[in-house]
């Protein structure tokens, strides 16, 4: 059913990018090349050999950019740096002033207009400087994730009250170093998302633990991460081994990089039996999935201010018996998942529309993290097609999105704070290409200037930012 109603009046209404994705200027001024430049400059390794060396073009249209934005009539607006572009080498002693300048040009223009900016550190384009000393998997990158986290703060930190240290974390892990198929294009799916993951937390950490030392104080913004995140739905709620198999998904899926910071400083239990004891079942000496010290659980533990993430869908989940060869974090997950053909179908195979997951979700984070102040950062749906403008599935999609959130805030008391539509505008979108379309702008991409066209789903999510919500339409009250 529809429910209709307003949200709490300090909410913040905003939209998403990310760096790759839309700034195009991939060599620019001095610009050092990331993993997904290389990446996708091999024929074959993206859908069209599509490219992000353009993109929207957004390094040379700031101005265009905050107008839009300001025409939307968002609260905030999340993007994320590029690290090569600030640090070329990835490393401090070479510092570009031309990146440095982009970013506060449109952290001032953001500022000047009211719109408060949400600033992803780490969207997964490592500068591939880092990656050729090996990356993720080599912990000097903890001391240098925290120098380029350290510089960030102290040049942008007086304007910039919201960071996020790594986007989607789980996709780093195991789409980058399990299955592979991101960059750096590692298949190791039994150990290196562990080992990754493991090295991914404690930068986190070291991070939140840099802006409490050195800038909370005289700053006063917030820190956390971001996981992404899909509801998952026992398949047949009666059947105790359903709810267990997708409480289980949800740990190894969400739990894994959010436990650790919200509950105890550690893994999920249900992580650590599993992993345990399907090793010891390999006649491996020790568990695949690393161990915390005692020291390490400590400064893991809390180092996050408010908890974010991103969802697209929902999935049903049951029990199965998963072969123990090869290693896999998949396979340790002993679940199956699987989907409802009535739910309607995206661009994207893996992500229907499942709006009710949304309400359960949010539900699900309050209980298992205390309540803690939500936000989230990335919603939206994928549509194949040349012109969108007319995207009434687009609109269906945030109006029963929305909505379900509504429900969430108002029935649940559910501690939301803000809502993010993912995307802005239509934006590379990873190994895809520019085919599915995201965007409440839509770009016409094979025009040099990449002029945007505000979708019909940008003038009605204006309308219920406006409304801050949805309220009864005038004829029914």
């Given at each position: 059913?529809?429910f209709?109603g307003?949200?709490?009046k300090?909410?913040?209404?905003?939209?998403?990018?990310s760096?790759?994705?839309?700034e195009?200027?991939?060599?620019?001024d001095?610009?050092?090349?990331?993993?997904?430049?290389?990446?996708?400059?091999v024929p074959?390794?993206?859908?069209?050999?599509?490219?992000?060396?353009?993109?929207?073009?957004s390094?040379?249209?700031?101005?265009?950019?905050?107008y839009?934005?300001?025409?939307?009539?968002?609260?905030n607006?999340?993007?994320?740096?590029?690290?090569?572009r600030i640090?070329p080498?990835g490393r401090?002693?070479?510092i570009?002033?031309?990146?440095v300048?982009y970013?506060?040009?449109?952290i001032d223009?953001l500022?000047?207009?009211?719109?408060t900016p949400i600033?992803?550190?780490?969207?997964?384009?490592?500068?591939?400087a880092?990656?050729?000393?090996?990356?993720?998997?080599?912990s000097?990158l903890i001391?240098?994730?925290?120098s380029?986290?350290?510089f960030?703060?102290?040049?942008?930190?007086?304007?910039?009250?919201?960071?996020?240290t790594?986007?989607e974390?789980q996709?780093?892990a195991?789409?980058?170093y399990?299955?592979?198929?991101?960059?750096?294009n590692?298949n190791?799916?039994?150990d290196?998302?562990?080992?990754?993951a493991h090295?991914?937390?404690?930068a986190h950490?070291?991070?939140?633990?840099?802006?409490?030392?050195?800038?909370?104080?005289?700053?006063?913004?917030?820190?956390t991460?971001?996981?992404?995140?899909?509801w998952?739905?026992p398949?047949?709620?009666?059947?105790p081994?359903?709810?267990?198999?997708?409480?289980r998904y949800?740990q190894?899926l969400?739990?894994?990089f959010?436990?650790p910071i919200?509950?105890n400083?550690?893994?999920?239990?249900?992580?650590k039996?599993?992993?345990?004891?399907?090793s010891?079942l390999?006649?491996?000496?020790?568990?695949?999935?690393p161990?915390?010290?005692?020291e390490?659980?400590?400064?893991i533990?809390?180092t996050?201010?408010?908890?974010?993430?991103?969802t697209?869908?929902?999935?049903?989940?049951?029990h199965?018996?998963?072969?123990?060869r090869?290693f896999s974090y998949?396979?340790?997950?002993?679940?199956?998942?699987?989907?409802?053909?009535?739910w309607?179908?995206?661009?994207?195979?893996d992500?229907?529309?499942?709006?009710?997951?949304?309400?359960?979700l949010l539900?699900w984070i309050k209980?298992?993290y205390?309540?803690?102040?939500?936000?989230?950062?990335?919603n939206g749906?994928?549509?194949?097609?040349?012109?969108?403008?007319d995207?009434?599935?687009?609109?269906?999609?945030?109006?029963?999105?929305?909505d379900?959130?509504?429900?969430?805030?108002?029935l649940?008391?559910?501690?939301?704070?803000?809502?993010?539509?993912?995307?802005?505008?239509?934006?590379?979108?990873?190994?895809n290409?520019?085919?599915?379309r995201?965007?409440l702008?839509?770009?016409d991409f094979?025009?040099?200037s990449?002029?945007?066209t505000?979708?019909?789903?940008?003038?009605?999510?204006a309308?219920?930012?406006?409304n801050?919500g949805?309220?009864?339409?005038k004829?029914?009250?």
């Amino acid at each position: 059913t529809y429910f209709y109603g307003t949200f709490p009046k300090d909410f913040s209404w905003g939209v998403s990018s990310s760096a790759y994705q839309i700034e195009g200027g991939w060599d620019a001024d001095g610009k050092g090349p990331s993993i997904w430049d290389n990446f996708t400059h091999v024929p074959g390794n993206i859908n069209n050999n599509d490219t992000g060396d353009i993109a929207c073009d957004s390094y040379n249209k700031v101005e265009e950019d905050i107008y839009l934005l300001r025409a939307l009539g968002v609260k905030n607006y999340r993007f994320s740096l590029s690290w090569s572009r600030i640090f070329p080498s990835g490393r401090n002693h070479s510092i570009n002033s031309h990146g440095v300048d982009y970013y506060n040009r449109l952290i001032d223009g953001l500022v000047a207009n009211n719109i408060t900016p949400i600033v992803t550190l780490y969207h997964w384009d490592l500068p591939q400087a880092l990656q050729d000393t090996g990356g993720w998997e080599n912990s000097t990158l903890i001391d240098l994730f925290d120098s380029f986290a350290d510089f960030c703060f102290q040049t942008f930190g007086d304007r910039v009250k919201f960071w996020i240290t790594l986007n989607e974390p789980q996709v780093i892990a195991w789409v980058g170093y399990g299955l592979g198929t991101f960059p750096p294009n590692i298949n190791d799916p039994g150990d290196a998302p562990y080992r990754v993951a493991h090295i991914l937390l404690k930068a986190h950490a070291r991070v939140y633990h840099t802006y409490d030392d050195k800038y909370r104080a005289s700053q006063g913004g917030v820190v956390t991460l971001c996981p992404n995140i899909d509801w998952a739905e026992p398949k047949t709620p009666s059947n105790p081994r359903d709810i267990e198999a997708a409480d289980r998904y949800l740990q190894f899926l969400v739990g894994w990089f959010t436990h650790p910071i919200f509950k105890n400083g550690d893994y999920p239990e249900v992580m650590k039996w599993k992993v345990g004891n399907r090793s010891e079942l390999q006649n491996l000496p020790s568990s695949r999935l690393p161990v915390f010290t005692a020291e390490e659980r400590e400064y893991i533990r809390g180092t996050a201010d408010v908890f974010c993430f991103n969802t697209y869908t929902s999935k049903f989940v049951t029990h199965a018996t998963t072969q123990l060869r090869p290693f896999s974090y998949e396979y340790d997950q002993e679940v199956l998942t699987s989907v409802d053909s009535s739910w309607p179908s995206s661009a994207i195979s893996d992500q229907r529309a499942v709006a009710w997951g949304l309400r359960r979700l949010l539900n699900w984070i309050k209980e298992e993290y205390g309540n803690p102040p939500i936000y989230i950062i990335e919603n939206g749906v994928g549509i194949k097609t040349k012109s969108d403008v007319d995207d009434n599935t687009r609109i269906f999609y945030y109006k029963t999105y929305i909505d379900e959130t509504l429900k969430a805030c108002k029935l649940d008391n559910v501690n939301l704070r803000g809502y993010n539509a993912w995307s802005f505008m239509d934006t590379f979108e990873w190994l895809n290409g520019y085919d599915p379309r995201f965007g409440l702008h839509q770009v016409d991409f094979d025009n040099p200037s990449r002029p945007r066209t505000p979708k019909r789903s940008a003038v009605y999510y204006a309308e219920i930012i406006r409304n801050n919500g949805i309220p009864l339409p005038k004829e029914d009250e």
